[in-house]
C-alpha cells in the first residue's frame, strides 16, 4: 500500500462509507443496473449505450491504474443513465494465455525444490530489462517503448514471495500450485472490490475465458471458425518472439518484461577468414566467418576493419551447409532457431574462444574497397546486442572513426594487443555517401565539429551518430558502386539483396530489446510453423482503415497511434501450446492465444446473461435450458451475422430470437475505454476482427475508443517495491468509493499520464462530508424566504450561474471529459453558491434558489460520486433512486448579469487591495521616527467612467479595425497609430495603452476593446452598495462619475472603476453588555454624525467577534446618563434604569467637546448597554 501519512481520525470517511453500504444495498435489491433488451426498440446511438473496459487478467487483484480507466466507463454509464438511455456496463474475467499457467507453475516447483513453506535462499536476483536501443533505428513503427507494469507481482523473485504480497497465507498460496483454483479465486474478489466502489455493472453477463466456460469457448471457436473461412488465419513460417523454456512464442501478455518488443531485422555480413590459423585453424573446409550484424548494409563499401572485444568470450559455430561462423554465443542461440543448424535449438559450438583469440585475423569483406582488412580491438562492443562481431565503417560512423584514430594515434595501444602497423595505419576513411552539410566523410567531419577527443566521449559519440545516421538516411546519396547516385533510402533495400544473393548476406532476427518470459526465460526470435492471424493482408488492412475513419477516437493523438499501428502491422501468431485458452476447433494441438480470443468477446456480452446461468464458468444450468453442446456454428451465425435460423437444433425459436434481439439491441460496443498501451495490439486487433466479422455491417463496428494514460500516484509511477501501490480494496478502505471516484475524476483526462493525489483524496473526503452536513442544515434552517416573485439581483445571478454550470457539466460528460465536468459541475458550482451566499448578507439566501441548488448539484455529482448523492437525494424526500432520475433542463443563460456579477466581485477585490495600500505607513526617513500609522477610513467614493478618454476611444476604434484584419503586430499597431493626427500630443502614453489593451484582448478577446460597457455600471455598484460596504468594513460609500477627478479620471475606464477613501469624523462611546455568561465585553465604539441603532449594532458585529449578528442587537441609554453608568449592577435586576433606543433613533457628535448626543432632543449620551438576544430573529 501507498506509503502516504495516516489521518488522525477516520470519522468522516466511516461516515461516508455507512452511507456507501446502505445506497448499495439499496440499489442491488433493485436490481438497478440488469438491463434487458426491450421487446421493441432499434438500439440506435439515441437510445442506448454499452460501454466496455478489457477484461482485466486474473492473476491478481485490481490495482488503482486499473480502476481508473474502469471509471472512464463507469462515468460515461452515469452521466447517459440521466439522460434517459438503456445503459449496459457488462464485465468480464480474462485467463487465457499463459501466466496464470505459468505462475500455478512455479508454485509446484517451489513446494517441491524448497519444501512446504518453503525456505528459499536469503540471495535474490532482479532481473532488469536492457535496453539495447542506442542506436538510431530508422523504421515506421508506433510501439510502446515500456514493458509491461508487472504491478500485481510486486519485488519478490519467486512466485510464493508474491503471493504472499498481496496478502494471501501459506495455506492459501498452496492451493494456487492447481492453475484451476487461480480461476476460481481471483473473479469473486475483482467483483467484490468493483461491487464495493459502486460499479453501474450488469453482474449477470460476467464470465471468465477459455475452455472452463464452455459457452464462451464454443463463441471463440465459433468466431476463429469464420475467420479461417474468409482467409484471415494462415498457417506457416514465420519469426516470432519465442521462449525455448516455454517452447512457443512469447506473446506480449506471456513476458515479465519486454511487452511491445518485437524482432528486430538485421543484415548479417560474412567476412570470410583468409588463411584460418590458432583455435581457427582446422574448423572446416567450407570457410570460417566472422559474422557482423549491421542495420546499414548500405555502407559496406567503406569497410576498413573488423572490430572485435578482446576479453569478450566468442564461439565457433558450424552450420547445417558446413560453414562456421564466429560470434557471441548468445547470437548462436538466435541463429540456431532460424533454421540455419542442422538441429533447432543447438548452436552447434566448433570451439570456444575471447576476443583476443582472433585480433589481427585477416578478412575479405563483400563490397569493401580494401581487399583484405583486419581485426582490431574495440572496448565498447556489447555483448548483449547483435553478435559481438562488427563491421567498421569511418566514414560514416562516428564510433568507428573515433576507435580507427585512437589505434592509429597510440602505438602502446596497437603494442598491447599485438595489433601490428599494416594492420591499421594504411586504412583511412573510404567516402562512400555525400550528406548535405557533412559531405563524403560524414563521421569525419562530425567528430571534428563536437571537438571528439576519443572513443570514450560517449555521450558527444552519442549525438554525432544521430546527426550522421537519420540526415543519412534521408538526405545522404550514394556515390560508389553499381547504386551511384541514388539517394540512401532507394539504395539500402536494393544493396542488401545483392548481398543476400551473392550468399555475402543472410537474414538475421534477434528481440529489439531483452524479452523476459514469465516462466523467466530469455527469449530469442525463432522461425516457427504457426498459425497466424495475416493483419497485414492488403484488403484487410484496407477495410479496416475504414473502419478507424469513422470510429470516435476522443483525440487526434490516439487516431494518429492507430494510424501508425496500420502502417507496420503483419502477422500475429494466435496459436500456441502451452498454457490456457481454447483449442483451435481445426488442430486441437494448439492453444488460441489471449490477444486473439478477446477481440470481439464484446458481441458475447449481449448473450452471456442467458447462457452463464449466473455463473463464471457455466456451471450452472441457465434460464433457457442451452447447453454449450447447442450452441453450432449456425447457431452462433444466426446470433450475430444474421443467418437463417438453424434448421435442426434443439434449442426453441423463441430463445434463438430472443438472444438475437439482445445483439441486434445492444450491438455495437458504443465507447470501449482502454490504457493506450493497447492501441499497438488489443484495441487495433479488435478493429481488425470487427471488420472481418462483420465486413459488410459496419453498423456492428466499434463506434468509439477512449483511450487514457497511465495513472500517477502522487506525482511517481506506482510500484509495490517502492510502497508507492494502492490496490483498489485499499483506496476504497482509506478514502471511500466516493472519495475514491472523486480523486479519480479529477486525476486527468488526456492521453497523458494522470496523477492521483492522496491530498485531493482526503481534500474530497472534507467535500463530501461538509457538502451533507449543509444539506441537512439548509434542510432543517425555518429562517431561509422564499423571494421566487422579487428576486434580487443576486437571485438573479445565482440563478444564471446554475443554469450555465448545468450546460457547461452536460458538455463536458458528453465529451467524456470528467475532469472538467467535476470542475464546472461541483466546484465552480460550489464557488458560485458560496458567492452567493456571502453576497445575500443579512437578507440571507432564497429558499427556492438554494433548493433547486441541492437538487441540481445531487444529480451532476451522481455521475461521479453516486453514494453521497443517493443519501442527498433521500434528504429531500425522494421517494425513487437518483440513478433513475433524469438530468436537469437549464434555463436561458444570461450573460449579461454573469458578467454584471464577475464585473462587482473584481470591482471589490480591487479596492480590497487599494485598501490595504491606503493602509500602509510611508516609508520613514533615515535615521528618523518610524511614520504613524494611519488611520482606517470610514467612507469612500467610487468613481465610475462611461466611456473611455477621446484620445483612448481613437486608439481603441483602430485596434479594433486592425485585429478584424488580422494584424496584431504591436510594430504594426505602432505605425497605424503614428498615422493619427488626434494621437499626436498623447503619444508618449499611446504605445503603453496598447500594450495594456493588447493583453487584455489576449485574455478576454476582441470585446475588450469596447469602448463602453453594454450596461450601467453605477446601476450594479448602487444596487451592492452594502456589499461594498461590508466588504471593506466602511460605513458609507458614494458613487461619482469620472469627469469629477478631472485629468486623474484618466486610468478610470469602463469596467475599472477607482475608488477615493477617506476617514469622517468620530466619537468613541463606551459599549457595555451586562449579560450574564455571555462572554461579551465591553468596548470602545467610534460613533459618527446621523448613526442609526442598526449601524452601530453592524459596527458592533465587525469588532465584537462574539456578536454574529447584528439584527438581534438592541441598544440601551441610561435614564441617569451621570448616574445610571456608575451604580453597582445586579444579576436580577440588569435591566433596572436603561431604556431601549428606539430604532428610528439619531445620534450627533461633537467633535470639539468629544460627546455623543442622542435624539431630537440632543440627551447626552456617554454610554450604552447593548445585548444580544438570542431569540429574536
Given at each position: 500500500?501507498?506509503?502516504?501519512?495516516?489521518?488522525?481520525?477516520?470519522?468522516?470517511?466511516?461516515?461516508?462509507?455507512?452511507?456507501?453500504?446502505?445506497?448499495?444495498e439499496?440499489?442491488?435489491?433493485?436490481?438497478v443496473?440488469?438491463?434487458?433488451?426491450?421487446?421493441?426498440g432499434?438500439?440506435?446511438?439515441?437510445?442506448?449505450?454499452?460501454?466496455?473496459?478489457p477484461?482485466?487478467y486474473?492473476?491478481?487483484?485490481?490495482?488503482?491504474?486499473?480502476?481508473?480507466?474502469i471509471?472512464?466507463?463507469?462515468?460515461?454509464?452515469?452521466?447517459?443513465?440521466?439522460?434517459?438511455?438503456?445503459?449496459?456496463f457488462?464485465?468480464?474475467?480474462h485467463?487465457?494465455?499463459?501466466?496464470?499457467?505459468?505462475?500455478?507453475?512455479?508454485?509446484k516447483?517451489?513446494?517441491?525444490?524448497?519444501?512446504?513453506?518453503?525456505?528459499?535462499?536469503q540471495?535474490?536476483?532482479?532481473?532488469?530489462?536492457?535496453?539495447?536501443?542506442?542506436?538510431p533505428?530508422?523504421?515506421d513503427?508506433?510501439?510502446?517503448?515500456?514493458?509491461?507494469a508487472v504491478?500485481?507481482?510486486?519485488?519478490?523473485?519467486?512466485?510464493?514471495?508474491i503471493?504472499?504480497?498481496?496478502?494471501?497465507?501459506?495455506?492459501?498460496i498452496k492451493?494456487?500450485?492447481d492453475?484451476?483454483?487461480?480461476?476460481?479465486?481471483?473473479?469473486?474478489?475483482?467483483?467484490?472490490?468493483?461491487?464495493?466502489?459502486?460499479l453501474?455493472?450488469?453482474?449477470?453477463r460476467?464470465f471468465?475465458?477459455?475452455d472452463?466456460?464452455?459457452?464462451?469457448?464454443?463463441?471463440?471457436?465459433?468466431?476463429?471458425?469464420?475467420?479461417?473461412?474468409?482467409?484471415?488465419?494462415?498457417?506457416?513460417?514465420?519469426?516470432?518472439?519465442?521462449?525455448?523454456?516455454?517452447?512457443?512464442?512469447?506473446?506480449?501478455h506471456d513476458?515479465?518484461?519486454?511487452?511491445?518488443?518485437?524482432?528486430?531485422?538485421?543484415?548479417?555480413?560474412?567476412m570470410?577468414?583468409?588463411n584460418?590459423t590458432?583455435?581457427?585453424?582446422?574448423l572446416g573446409?567450407?570457410?570460417?566467418?566472422m559474422v557482423?550484424?549491421?542495420?546499414?548494409?548500405e555502407?559496406?563499401?567503406g569497410?576498413?576493419?573488423?572490430?572485435?572485444?578482446?576479453?569478450?568470450?566468442?564461439?565457433a559455430?558450424?552450420?547445417?551447409?558446413?560453414?562456421?561462423?564466429?560470434?557471441?554465443?548468445?547470437?548462436?542461440r538466435?541463429?540456431s532457431y532460424?533454421?540455419?543448424?542442422e538441429?533447432?535449438?543447438?548452436p552447434?559450438?566448433?570451439?570456444?574462444?575471447?576476443?583476443?583469440?582472433i585480433?589481427?585475423?585477416a578478412?575479405?569483406?563483400?563490397?569493401?574497397?580494401?581487399?583484405?582488412?583486419?581485426?582490431?580491438?574495440?572496448?565498447?562492443i556489447?555483448?548483449?546486442?547483435?553478435?559481438?562481431?562488427?563491421?567498421?565503417?569511418?566514414?560514416d560512423?562516428?564510433?568507428?572513426?573515433a576507435?580507427?584514430r585512437?589505434?592509429?594515434?597510440k602505438?602502446?595501444?596497437?603494442?598491447?594487443?599485438?595489433?601490428?602497423?599494416?594492420?591499421?595505419?594504411p586504412?583511412?576513411p573510404?567516402?562512400?555517401?555525400?550528406?548535405?552539410?557533412?559531405?563524403?566523410?560524414?563521421?569525419?567531419?562530425?567528430?571534428?565539429?563536437l571537438k571528439?577527443?576519443?572513443q570514450?566521449?560517449?555521450?558527444?559519440?552519442?549525438?554525432?551518430k544521430?546527426?550522421?545516421y537519420?540526415?543519412?538516411?534521408y538526405?545522404?546519396?550514394?556515390?560508389?558502386?553499381?547504386?551511384?547516385?541514388k539517394?540512401v533510402?532507394?539504395?539500402?533495400?536494393?544493396?542488401?539483396?545483392?548481398?543476400?544473393?551473392?550468399?555475402d548476406?543472410?537474414?538475421?532476427?534477434?528481440?529489439?530489446k531483452?524479452?523476459?518470459?514469465?516462466?523467466?526465460?530469455?527469449?530469442v526470435?525463432?522461425?516457427c510453423?504457426?498459425?497466424?492471424?495475416?493483419?497485414?493482408?492488403?484488403?484487410w488492412?484496407?477495410?479496416?482503415?475504414?473502419?478507424?475513419d469513422?470510429?470516435n477516437?476522443?483525440s487526434?493523438?490516439?487516431?494518429?497511434?492507430?494510424?501508425?499501428?496500420?502502417?507496420?502491422?503483419?502477422?500475429?501468431?494466435?496459436?500456441?501450446?502451452?498454457?490456457?485458452?481454447?483449442?483451435?476447433p481445426?488442430?486441437?494441438?494448439?492453444?488460441i492465444?489471449?490477444?486473439?480470443?478477446?477481440?470481439i468477446y464484446?458481441?458475447?456480452?449481449?448473450v452471456?446473461?442467458?447462457?452463464q446461468?449466473?455463473?463464471?464458468?457455466?456451471?450452472?444450468?441457465?434460464?433457457?435450458?442451452?447447453?454449450?453442446?447447442?450452441?453450432?456454428?449456425?447457431?452462433?451465425?444466426?446470433i450475430?451475422?444474421?443467418?437463417?435460423?438453424?434448421?435442426?437444433?434443439?434449442?426453441?425459436?423463441?430463445?434463438?430470437?430472443?438472444?438475437r434481439r439482445?445483439?441486434l439491441?445492444?450491438?455495437?460496443?458504443?465507447?470501449?475505454?482502454?490504457?493506450?498501451?493497447?492501441?499497438?495490439?488489443?484495441?487495433t486487433?479488435?478493429l481488425?476482427n470487427?471488420?472481418?466479422?462483420?465486413?459488410?455491417?459496419?453498423?456492428?463496428?466499434?463506434?468509439?475508443?477512449?483511450?487514457n494514460?497511465?495513472?500517477?500516484?502522487?506525482?511517481?509511477?506506482?510500484?509495490?517495491?517502492?510502497?508507492n501501490?494502492?490496490?483498489l480494496?485499499?483506496a476504497i478502505?482509506?478514502?471511500s468509493?466516493d472519495?475514491m471516484?472523486?480523486?479519480?475524476?479529477?486525476?486527468?483526462?488526456?492521453?497523458?499520464?494522470?496523477?492521483?493525489?492522496?491530498?485531493?483524496?482526503?481534500?474530497?473526503i472534507?467535500?463530501l462530508?461538509?457538502l451533507?452536513e449543509?444539506?441537512?442544515?439548509?434542510?432543517?434552517?425555518?429562517?431561509?424566504?422564499?423571494?421566487?416573485?422579487?428576486?434580487?439581483?443576486?437571485d438573479?445571478?445565482?440563478m444564471?450561474e446554475?443554469?450555465?454550470k448545468?450546460a457547461?457539466?452536460?458538455?463536458a460528460?458528453?465529451?467524456?471529459?470528467?475532469?472538467?465536468?467535476?470542475?464546472?459541475?461541483?466546484?465552480?458550482l460550489?464557488t458560485?453558491?458560496?458567492?452567493?451566499?456571502?453576497?445575500?448578507?443579512?437578507?440571507?439566501?432564497?429558499?427556492?434558489?438554494?433548493?433547486?441548488?441541492?437538487?441540481w448539484?445531487?444529480?451532476?455529482?451522481?455521475?461521479?460520486?453516486?453514494?453521497?448523492?443517493?443519501?442527498?437525494?433521500?434528504?429531500l424526500?425522494?421517494?425513487?433512486?437518483?440513478?433513475n432520475?433524469?438530468?436537469?433542463?437549464?434555463?436561458?443563460?444570461?450573460?449579461?448579469?454573469?458578467?454584471?456579477s464577475?464585473?462587482?466581485?473584481?470591482?471589490?477585490?480591487?479596492?480590497?487591495?487599494?485598501?490595504?495600500?491606503?493602509?500602509?505607513?510611508?516609508?520613514?526617513k533615515?535615521?528618523?521616527a518610524?511614520p504613524p500609522?494611519?488611520?482606517?477610513?470610514?467612507?469612500?467614493?467610487?468613481?465610475?467612467a462611461?466611456?473611455?478618454p477621446?484620445?483612448?476611444?481613437?486608439?481603441?476604434?483602430?485596434m479594433?479595425?486592425?485585429?478584424?484584419?488580422g494584424?496584431?503586430?504591436?510594430?504594426?499597431?505602432?505605425?497605424e497609430m503614428?498615422?493619427?493626427?488626434e494621437?499626436?500630443?498623447?503619444?508618449?502614453?499611446?504605445?503603453?495603452?496598447?500594450?495594456?489593451?493588447?493583453?487584455?484582448?489576449?485574455?478576454?478577446?476582441v470585446?475588450?476593446?469596447?469602448?463602453?460597457?453594454?450596461?450601467?455600471?453605477?446601476?450594479?455598484?448602487?444596487?451592492?452598495?452594502?456589499?461594498?460596504?461590508?466588504?471593506?468594513?466602511l460605513?458609507?460609500?458614494?458613487?461619482?462619475?469620472?469627469?469629477?477627478?478631472?485629468?486623474?479620471?484618466?486610468?478610470?475606464r469602463?469596467?475599472?472603476?477607482q475608488?477615493?477613501?477617506?476617514?469622517e469624523?468620530?466619537?468613541?462611546?463606551?459599549?457595555?453588555?451586562?449579560?450574564?455568561?455571555?462572554?461579551?465585553?465591553?468596548?470602545d465604539?467610534?460613533?459618527?454624525?446621523?448613526?442609526?441603532?442598526?449601524?452601530?449594532?453592524?459596527r458592533?458585529?465587525?469588532?465584537?467577534?462574539?456578536?454574529?449578528d447584528?439584527?438581534?442587537?438592541?441598544?440601551?441609554?441610561?435614564?441617569?446618563?451621570?448616574?445610571?453608568?456608575?451604580?453597582?449592577?445586579?444579576?436580577?435586576?440588569a435591566?433596572d434604569?436603561?431604556?431601549?433606543?428606539?430604532?428610528?433613533?439619531?445620534?450627533?457628535?461633537?467633535?470639539?467637546?468629544?460627546?455623543?448626543?442622542?435624539?431630537?432632543?440632543?440627551?447626552?449620551?456617554?454610554?450604552l448597554?447593548?445585548?444580544?438576544?438570542?431569540?429574536?430573529?
Amino acid at each position: 500500500m501507498s506509503g502516504v501519512g495516516d489521518r488522525k481520525g477516520t470519522f468522516k470517511v466511516e461516515f461516508l462509507k455507512e452511507l456507501e453500504r446502505k445506497a448499495q444495498e439499496k440499489w442491488d435489491a433493485m436490481k438497478v443496473y440488469e438491463m434487458d433488451a426491450p421487446e421493441t426498440g432499434e438500439g440506435t446511438p439515441d437510445e442506448k449505450l454499452m460501454v466496455t473496459f478489457p477484461y482485466p487478467y486474473m492473476n491478481g487483484r485490481l490495482h488503482l491504474g486499473h480502476t481508473f480507466t474502469i471509471c472512464k466507463c463507469e462515468f460515461a454509464v452515469g452521466f447517459q443513465r440521466l439522460k434517459g438511455k438503456k445503459c449496459l456496463f457488462p464485465f468480464g474475467f480474462h485467463v487465457t494465455g499463459m501466466p496464470i499457467k505459468a505462475c500455478a507453475d512455479k508454485i509446484k516447483r517451489e513446494i517441491e525444490t524448497f519444501g512446504y513453506p518453503p525456505q528459499f535462499p536469503q540471495e535474490t536476483e532482479v532481473v532488469e530489462e536492457k535496453d539495447k536501443s542506442d542506436e538510431p533505428i530508422i523504421k515506421d513503427k508506433s510501439k510502446g517503448k515500456k514493458s509491461k507494469a508487472v504491478a500485481k507481482a510486486g519485488a519478490g523473485k519467486y512466485q510464493w514471495q508474491i503471493m504472499k504480497s498481496l496478502g494471501l497465507e501459506d495455506e492459501e498460496i498452496k492451493k494456487f500450485a492447481d492453475v484451476n483454483y487461480w480461476l476460481q479465486y481471483f473473479p469473486p474478489k475483482t467483483e467484490m472490490d468493483l461491487r464495493a466502489m459502486g460499479l453501474r455493472v450488469d453482474w449477470r453477463r460476467s464470465f471468465i475465458t477459455t475452455d472452463a466456460n464452455p459457452f464462451y469457448d464454443a463463441f471463440v471457436k465459433w468466431q476463429f471458425v469464420k475467420l479461417k473461412e474468409r482467409n484471415k488465419i494462415k498457417f506457416g513460417k514465420r519469426y516470432t518472439i519465442y521462449s525455448a523454456k516455454d517452447g512457443q512464442p512469447c506473446m506480449d501478455h506471456d513476458r515479465s518484461s519486454g511487452e511491445g518488443v518485437g524482432p528486430q531485422e538485421y543484415t548479417l555480413i560474412k567476412m570470410k577468414v583468409l588463411n584460418p590459423t590458432g583455435k581457427l585453424a582446422n574448423l572446416g573446409s567450407k570457410g570460417v566467418y566472422m559474422v557482423a550484424a549491421t542495420l546499414r548494409p548500405e555502407t559496406m563499401y567503406g569497410q576498413t576493419n573488423c572490430w572485435v572485444r578482446p576479453d569478450m568470450a566468442y564461439v565457433a559455430c558450424k552450420l547445417k551447409n558446413g560453414e562456421v561462423w564466429v560470434c557471441t554465443k548468445r547470437a548462436a542461440r538466435n541463429l540456431s532457431y532460424q533454421g540455419f543448424m542442422e538441429t533447432e535449438g543447438d548452436p552447434s559450438v566448433v570451439a570456444d574462444l575471447v576476443g583476443q583469440d582472433i585480433l589481427g585475423v585477416a578478412l575479405s569483406a563483400p563490397l569493401a574497397h580494401h581487399k583484405t582488412i583486419y581485426t582490431l580491438p574495440m572496448l565498447t562492443i556489447k555483448e548483449d546486442k547483435g553478435t559481438g562481431v562488427v563491421t567498421s565503417v569511418p566514414s560514416d560512423s562516428p564510433d568507428d572513426w573515433a576507435a580507427l584514430r585512437d589505434l592509429k594515434n597510440k602505438q602502446p595501444f596497437r603494442e598491447k594487443y599485438g595489433i601490428r602497423d599494416e594492420m591499421v595505419l594504411p586504412f583511412d576513411p573510404v567516402p562512400i555517401i555525400t550528406i548535405p552539410d557533412f559531405g563524403d566523410l560524414a563521421a569525419v567531419t562530425v567528430v571534428d565539429k563536437l571537438k571528439i577527443q576519443s572513443q570514450n566521449d560517449r555521450d558527444k559519440l552519442a549525438e554525432a551518430k544521430e546527426m550522421v545516421y537519420l540526415k543519412g538516411f534521408y538526405e545522404g546519396k550514394m556515390i560508389i558502386g553499381e547504386h551511384s547516385g541514388k539517394t540512401v533510402q532507394d539504395a539500402k533495400p536494393l544493396i542488401k539483396d545483392t548481398l543476400v544473393k551473392a550468399n555475402d548476406a543472410v537474414v538475421y532476427m534477434e528481440p529489439e530489446k531483452t524479452v523476459i518470459s514469465r516462466s523467466g526465460d530469455e527469449c530469442v526470435v525463432a522461425l516457427c510453423d504457426q498459425w497466424y492471424l495475416d493483419y497485414g493482408d492488403k484488403q484487410w488492412k484496407e477495410g479496416t482503415k475504414k473502419l478507424l475513419d469513422q470510429l470516435n477516437t476522443f483525440s487526434d493523438e490516439v487516431r494518429k497511434n492507430f494510424e501508425s499501428t496500420l502502417g507496420w502491422l503483419q502477422e500475429h501468431a494466435c496459436s500456441r501450446t502451452y498454457g490456457l485458452g481454447s483449442k483451435l476447433p481445426w488442430d486441437e494441438s494448439w492453444l488460441i492465444e489471449g490477444l486473439s480470443d478477446s477481440t470481439i468477446y464484446m458481441a458475447y456480452y449481449t448473450v452471456a446473461h442467458l447462457l452463464q446461468g449466473g455463473t463464471y464458468d457455466s456451471s450452472k444450468p441457465n434460464e433457457l435450458n442451452i447447453k454449450a453442446s447447442d450452441m453450432t456454428v449456425e447457431v452462433w451465425d444466426y446470433i450475430f451475422l444474421g443467418a437463417d435460423l438453424p434448421k435442426s437444433t434443439p434449442i426453441p425459436k423463441e430463445s434463438l430470437e430472443r438472444m438475437r434481439r439482445e445483439f441486434l439491441y445492444w450491438y455495437p460496443c458504443d465507447i470501449r475505454v482502454s490504457g493506450k498501451d493497447l492501441v499497438p495490439n488489443h484495441l487495433t486487433y479488435a478493429l481488425y476482427n470487427h471488420q472481418a466479422m462483420w465486413p459488410d455491417q459496419p453498423g456492428n463496428w466499434i463506434r468509439g475508443i477512449r483511450a487514457n494514460g497511465h495513472l500517477l500516484l502522487n506525482s511517481e509511477k506506482m510500484s509495490k517495491s517502492t510502497g508507492n501501490f494502492l490496490t483498489l480494496s485499499e483506496a476504497i478502505e482509506k478514502f471511500s468509493a466516493d472519495g475514491m471516484r472523486l480523486a479519480l475524476a479529477d486525476a486527468g483526462d488526456t492521453v497523458e499520464d494522470a496523477n492521483f493525489l492522496t491530498t485531493n483524496a482526503d481534500a474530497g473526503i472534507l467535500r463530501l462530508y461538509t457538502l451533507v452536513e449543509w444539506v441537512k442544515e439548509i434542510l432543517e434552517d425555518k429562517t431561509l424566504k422564499s423571494r421566487a416573485k422579487n428576486p434580487t439581483f443576486h437571485d438573479t445571478v445565482f440563478m444564471n450561474e446554475m443554469n450555465l454550470k448545468l450546460a457547461e457539466a452536460h458538455d463536458a460528460y458528453d465529451k467524456l471529459l470528467f475532469k472538467e465536468a467535476l470542475k464546472t459541475g461541483f466546484f465552480e458550482l460550489q464557488t458560485a453558491r458560496d458567492k452567493y451566499r456571502e453576497l445575500c448578507g443579512e437578507d440571507g439566501m432564497c429558499r427556492d434558489l438554494v433548493m433547486q441548488y441541492i437538487e441540481w448539484q445531487a444529480i451532476i455529482l451522481s455521475v461521479i460520486c453516486p453514494h453521497v448523492c443517493e443519501h442527498i437525494w433521500e434528504l429531500l424526500g425522494r421517494q425513487e433512486s437518483i440513478l433513475n432520475t433524469a438530468w436537469p433542463q437549464p434555463g436561458p443563460v444570461n450573460t449579461t448579469v454573469i458578467q454584471q456579477s464577475e464585473y462587482l466581485m473584481d470591482a471589490v477585490r480591487d479596492f480590497r487591495l487599494r485598501l490595504k495600500n491606503h493602509m500602509m505607513p510611508g516609508k520613514a526617513k533615515k535615521g528618523g521616527a518610524p511614520p504613524p500609522s494611519v488611520e482606517a477610513p470610514t467612507h469612500c467614493t467610487v468613481y465610475v467612467a462611461k466611456s473611455y478618454p477621446a484620445w483612448q476611444c481613437t486608439v481603441l476604434d483602430t485596434m479594433r479595425d486592425m485585429h478584424n484584419k488580422g494584424v496584431t503586430d504591436k510594430k504594426a499597431l505602432s505605425v497605424e497609430m503614428g498615422k493619427k493626427a488626434e494621437l499626436k500630443k498623447y503619444m508618449k502614453r499611446v504605445m503603453p495603452f496598447v500594450a495594456f489593451m493588447q493583453d487584455k484582448v489576449e485574455s478576454a478577446g476582441v470585446s475588450a476593446l469596447d469602448t463602453s460597457l453594454p450596461w450601467d455600471e453605477m446601476e450594479v455598484l448602487e444596487k451592492n452598495k452594502d456589499y461594498i460596504l461590508s466588504s471593506l468594513q466602511l460605513e458609507g460609500c458614494d458613487l461619482a462619475p469620472s469627469s469629477e477627478l478631472g485629468e486623474k479620471g484618466e486610468d478610470c475606464r469602463p469596467g475599472q472603476p477607482q475608488i477615493v477613501f477617506r476617514t469622517e469624523a468620530s466619537v468613541k462611546l463606551r459599549l457595555t453588555n451586562n449579560q450574564a455568561y455571555s462572554g461579551l465585553f465591553s468596548l470602545d465604539l467610534p460613533v459618527l454624525q446621523g448613526d442609526t441603532p442598526a449601524k452601530i449594532a453592524a459596527r458592533l458585529a465587525r469588532t465584537e467577534r462574539g456578536v454574529k449578528d447584528p439584527k438581534r442587537v438592541e441598544l440601551y441609554m441610561w435614564e441617569d446618563p451621570e448616574m445610571g453608568p456608575r451604580k453597582i449592577p445586579a444579576l436580577d435586576k440588569a435591566m433596572d434604569g436603561l431604556v431601549l433606543v428606539d430604532k428610528a433613533t439619531s445620534f450627533a457628535i461633537n467633535t470639539s467637546s468629544n460627546t455623543v448626543t442622542i435624539g431630537a432632543g440632543g440627551k447626552l449620551c456617554q454610554s450604552l448597554v447593548y445585548t444580544v438576544n438570542t431569540t429574536a430573529s
